[in-house]
């Protein structure tokens, strides 16, 4: 069987590249998979501590996860929604060219 | 074929797995093979035409009575399409982004078939631990709303791969049509899970086991006809073939096809419509239990008569996706949204609400 | 010595690809490429939750993320036109992010590499029963308060989603439009891209009654 402490790792370096991404990339679609990216390694931590925790049918990393992905969902909405309306005014969506305040 | 009992429950099930998914492949592609011939025969009909007739190996005429009939009936059709498609030229145009242009066609016809996976099409065939479905999963309606929304890519991709204003417009009309759609299908199921309790969609069929007086499509009239009609959305079929519609967007996703490639679409649209009757089937219509009801079967003969109902109210469904097909004008785009979105969706949710009503007054 | 058989094959190959496309998201120039880089990462992920024993939790990833979040993300790319976007030049700033995801990896992994408790950890133990009747009983009785408060999160953000993504009216501010103000919006409410915008934008909120 996989021991507990490889699932850790990935979820690790997964929220990493999540957190690379998010900082370096200038575009506001690749910020928002990057927190996508982020948010799903910590639901990976769960999943995984359910799976191996000794009151795992008390299903509490399960019910979080599932309430996670809901406000995940919620998440992507609205984001994306901003992201287009911003396109729609600067015609980019380089966050570098969204400066100003005054739209 | 006494040696397959001495063999390892684990290698026994492998067996019988592998033998389904070939059987239920097998039939699902000679299936699609002769939908399209019903289709070409059916809107013929509609049209007072006579349809295909012609198409015959050289040796049926040798057959007295018979191999004319047949001919006349089209029953080779089919297969002279298959060889007009693998025989054309594979042309690929110089424009178009070719890795998304290649794997596009593949990506919209194996979610199709993958959402046959779970529907049980018989009871048993004697054994009663062998099941006549490939993988009686317990979250099998969830599977296939995953599933089926993974089609969406195949003909995203298309769109944006043919690199062409045309496709693009179908793929991008499509994706937002099958969203939509899903969202009306999903919720108009929530009501049928309430009734019954459970997602496996064998306890589904268990429950209206009784007879026809039991099926659900009497207890959910409602969540039987937004499932129907968003079933007719997901496959993007007439009156809702918004993606390919010809008069407008010559073929939609697809007009940057030919050959195999198209051929796969085509194998797609019509594999999609098999799921979804297949699921209507379950969900609705008993499955595989006869009019009068019935137990799982005990007997070979008993278990293959359950499948052979399974597949006639299947073809029940399919002759309806064709019958309407060349019955109703297409939509408006806008009238589609409205429809999915001011319509079906409050119309589900109040079934839901009524459902829940209903069962929280007679549980006690 | 450790058993080849020790070795978590379908794991790791698993883990490999979710990360390998993880990646790949972040860092391709073409934004198309990156959107579905991260549709095969969705999938690894709810790939590697079934390989968890956590069916409902899996399918629902391939459901709302792989079906509804992902195809959005996909769909705005296409529709803001940004498809080939070129790299900007390495600044200071995304060499100072790389440096704090690097620190932060190594803060993460470190501990877990070299912590000796979780090697003391048992085994997994049989499948837990996550029957779907009894995470709907839980939802329905335990978390029945969080559940409400979501429906609310997601009806907000599916409005809220609809009322910003909606094209400004035009029109409001000015008393006697010209003909190109009315042919433009009336395009808009007929377009095929504008419809589909708006019911778009407001899907994913909605995809889980």
Redesign the interface.
């Known amino acids: ?10 979820a ?10 998010a ?5 506001a ?2 910020v ?3 927190i ?2 982020m948010l ?1 390694a910590a ?2 931590n769960f ?2 501590f ?3 925790s ?1 009151t ?2 008390e ?1 509490v990393g ?2 979080f ?3 996670s ?10 984001g ?6 911003i ?2 005014h600067h015609r ?3 966050l ?1 060219h969204v400066d100003r305040l005054k739209g | 074929m006494d040696f397959i009992r001495y063999l390892d429950p684990t290698v026994q099930f492998m067996l019988f797995s592998a033998v389904k998914i070939v059987l239920v492949f097998a039939v699902a592609m000679t299936g699609v093979a002769y939908a399209v011939l019903v289709e070409r025969k059916v809107s013929a009909w509609i049209q007072d035409r006579v349809g295909p007739n012609r198409a015959a190996p050289f040796f049926v005429h040798y057959l007295p009575v018979v191999g004319p009939f047949l001919t006349k009936l089209g029953i080779f059709q089919p297969m002279a399409d298959g060889l007009k498609f693998i025989l054309k030229e594979d042309f690929t145009p110089s424009y178009v982004r070719k890795i998304y242009f290649w794997i596009a066609p593949a990506i919209s016809c194996v979610p199709a078939l993958m959402t046959l996976a779970v529907i049980p099409f018989g009871s048993t065939l004697g054994n009663a631990n062998n099941p006549m479905v490939i993988a009686d999963l317990n979250v099998g309606i969830l599977y296939t709303f995953g599933i089926v929304s993974l089609g969406v890519y195949g003909i995203v991709l298309a769109g944006y791969a043919s690199n062409s204003k045309y496709p693009f417009l179908g793929g991008i009309r499509s994706s937002a049509q099958m969203i939509s759609y899903e969202i009306a299908m999903g919720m108009s199921v929530v009501s049928v899970f309430l009734v019954v309790g459970d997602l496996n969609l064998s306890k589904v069929v268990a429950y209206q086991s009784g007879g026809i007086h039991e099926w659900l499509i009497f207890k959910q009239p409602l969540a039987f006809f937004i499932f129907l009609v968003s079933a007719f959305a997901e496959t993007n079929r007439l009156p809702f073939d918004l993606p390919e519609s010809e008069t407008e967007l010559v073929g939609g996703y697809h007009t940057e096809y030919s050959s195999m490639k198209f051929a796969l679409f085509f194998l797609g649209e019509y594999a999609a419509m098999i799921g979804a009757s297949a699921m209507m089937v379950t969900l609705f219509l008993g499955g595989w239990t006869p009019i009068w009801g019935g137990a799982p079967a005990s007997s070979l003969l008993v278990g293959l008569s359950h499948i052979v109902w399974f597949l006639a109210k299947l073809g029940f469904f399919m002759v309806l996706f064709i019958w309407v097909r060349w019955m109703l004008p297409r939509f408006r785009y806008d009238q589609l949204m409205n429809l999915g979105w001011r319509r079906f969706i409050p119309l589900a949710l109040v079934n839901i609400i009524i459902t829940a009503g209903l069962i929280a007054l007679t549980h006690k | 010595m450790r058993m080849l058989s020790d070795i978590p094959i379908a794991f790791l190959m698993i883990a490999a690809v979710t990360l390998v496309s993880a990646v790949c998201a972040m860092s391709l120039r073409n934004l198309v490429h990156c959107g579905l880089c991260l549709v095969l990462t969705f999938v690894g992920l709810a790939a590697t939750y079934l390989h968890l024993s956590a069916e409902f939790v899996g399918f629902a990833q391939v459901l709302v993320y792989v079906g509804a979040v992902a195809i959005l993300i996909v769909f705005t790319i296409l529709l803001t036109r940004n498809a080939e976007v070129t790299l900007s030049p390495v600044s200071q700033s995304s060499l100072v992010g790389l440096g704090i995801a690097i620190a932060v990896c190594g803060s993460l992994v470190l501990p877990l590499v070299t912590s000796p408790s979780l090697r003391r950890l048992p085994a997994q133990s049989l499948a837990p029963d996550a029957q779907v009747q009894r995470i709907g009983e839980k939802l329905m009785a335990q978390y029945v308060i969080p559940l409400e408060a979501l429906a609310l999160v997601l009806t907000a953000a599916m409005i809220g989603a609809v009322v910003i993504a909606m094209r400004d009216d035009p029109e409001r501010n000015d008393p006697s439009p010209s003909p190109q103000n009315q042919k433009d919006t009336g395009s808009v409410s007929n377009s095929p891209a504008g419809t589909a915008l708006n019911s778009s934008s407001s899907t994913s909120s909605s995809q889980r009654p």
């Open positions: 069987m996989t021991p507990l402490h490889y699932y850790l790792i990935f690790a370096l997964l929220f990493s590249v999540g957190l690379a991404g900082l370096m990339r200038r575009n679609i690749l928002l998979i990057g996508e990216l799903n639901n990976l999943i995984a359910w799976r191996y000794p795992a049918n299903l399960l019910m996860v599932l309430f992905i809901g406000i995940a969902a919620a998440e992507a909405a609205v994306l929604a901003i992201i287009i309306s396109y729609r980019s969506t380089q570098q």
